[in-house]
């Protein structure tokens, strides 16, 4: 049983050291996301451009975000801007 428990913690501690780099690796998927998001509806008719404007700089924001080494708060401020530009079309 001890051994079990063991091999559970260090596989839990390995996860948490990779984190950071998995954290890393989606924001720029995300900001190229938002991005095209953006780039779509700001092509359409009747679409909120002051939703849409505030949603491409939390695109330029998170993107920055990333590049300083906040992967967390990228990631968080590309799903804000992915959702702004999803009420831009309402």
Partial sequence: MKRHVTG????????????????????????????ALVGKLGKRQGTDTTKLAQAKAGCEEALKLHQAGKHKESIIKAGEAISAAGESTK
């Fill in 8 to 35: 559970i913690l260090a596989f839990v501690f390995i996860l948490g050291l990779n984190a950071p780099a998995v954290l890393a690796y989606d924001c720029p998927n995300l900001v190229k996301e938002c991005e």
